[in-house]
């Protein structure tokens, strides 16, 4: 753990649930991952901003004790950033959740506000706030000594705990946009599912050092997105440079909550599993069947994880590109 020296400048109290809010952006009613994340680091305090509020506010259920629901179509957080400030200027700690839309407005709610900005937040304790740094092999302690804004790792901060509400009470807010220039959407595509922040995808595929080469990982990525799923892997595979870093799942990657995890040869190195989140459904496919990844698992096969995935490839009409390959024998 490394402490920085000199705390961000500003009343004490960082990181305490009391005297916080957090902003959250929705889009068509869905909450970003991190969400709770950050309705618990506020104490249950939120703010929701965007199109479909009322919809997400029921979604939040007992995690929230007070919900304020601003609705406004589209995304413009430079619009948005002066009336929010206006909204939680009384709160010393500004929670956003580290999704895309989080990070985006963060900046701009800081900026506005007059304070400091930190960023990828995975603990957080009465003054001071902990950052990962170096791709999470550093944990870097920011002394916190006032007011400040700050984003969520996504599933860096344990929400369970502050599930306490009796269900949300929306607050109706009115609020015009301030003029500012932000991006104009022309089209709004699916995600990419080879290519989508890992953190973000509900449904993931992982392959571990039990699959034989990358021919294999080719073919695991033709499966997956047979399956609807985007597809990482372990540190061991990104390595080697079968893969690229941004695909690898832990905690020196991607910090992933999925509905769905397939893994595939990964024996479960905690660095790994602790990465993992809270998955609803886990099937792992490994030889030996008393590895932690194996204990975890909902479904637990004892098979070869190299033919398992080539069968599957057959299954589900992969088989011509796998034998170009070479991962179909």
């Known amino acids: 753990m490394v402490s920085a020296t000199e705390p961000v400048p500003g009343s004490t109290g960082a ?9 959250v952006c929705v889009r068509s009613g869905a909450l970003p991952a ?5 309705v618990a680091a ?7 901003v965007g199109s479909g509020t009322a919809v997400a506010a ?8 007070e919900v304020s629901c601003w609705e406004a179509a589209g995304f413009a957080p430079g619009r948005w950033a002066g009336p929010l400030a206006e909204l939680v200027s009384g709160c010393d700690q500004v929670v956003l959740p580290g999704s895309p839309d989080g990070r985006d407005l963060a900046p701009r709610l800081a900026a506005v506000l007059d304070r400091p900005l930190v960023c990828g937040v995975v603990e957080h304790g009465p003054g001071r706030l902990t950052v990962s740094a170096w791709g999470g092999s550093v944990m870097v302690d920011v002394p916190v000594a ?10 860096a901060v344990t929400a369970e705990a502050h599930l306490h509400g009796t269900g ?9 946009p301030t003029e500012a220039h932000d991006a104009v959407t022309v089209e709004v595509l699916g995600p990419d599912l080879a290519t989508m922040d890992l953190a973000e995808a509900p449904r993931l595929v992982g392959g571990g050092a039990g699959l034989d080469g990358p021919e294999r990982f080719e073919l695991l990525a033709a499966v997956a997105a047979r399956l609807g799923a985007a597809m990482g892997a372990t540190r061991v595979v990104t390595d080697r440079g079968w893969l690229s870093h941004d695909r690898q799942i832990g905690t020196t990657g991607v910090v992933v909550d999925p509905a769905l995890y397939l893994a595939f040869g990964i ?5 790994h599993t602790a990465g993992l989140g809270d998955p609803d459904h886990i099937i792992s496919v490994n ?3 008393h590895c932690p990844m194996m204990s975890m698992a909902d479904v637990a096969i004892v098979a070869d994880a190299n033919e398992t995935v080539a069968e599957l490839a057959r299954m589900l009409g992969c088989v011509d590109g796998a034998e170009r390959s070479g991962a179909v024998s």
Do not use: F, K, N
């Open 58 to 65: 029921e979604m939040l259920g007992g995690a929230a004790v």
């Open 15 to 23: 990181g305490a649930a009391t005297d916080a809010v957090a902003v």
């Open 34 to 38: 991190g969400t709770l994340d950050a």
């Open 146 to 155: 006032g007011p400040v804004v700050w984003t969520v790792h996504p599933v």
């Open 267 to 271: 024996s479960g190195a905690v660095q």
């Open 42 to 48: 506020a104490g249950g305090r939120v703010v929701l």
């Open 168 to 176: 949300p009470v929306p607050v109706p807010v009115t609020a015009e």
């Open 287 to 289: 030889t030996e069947p």
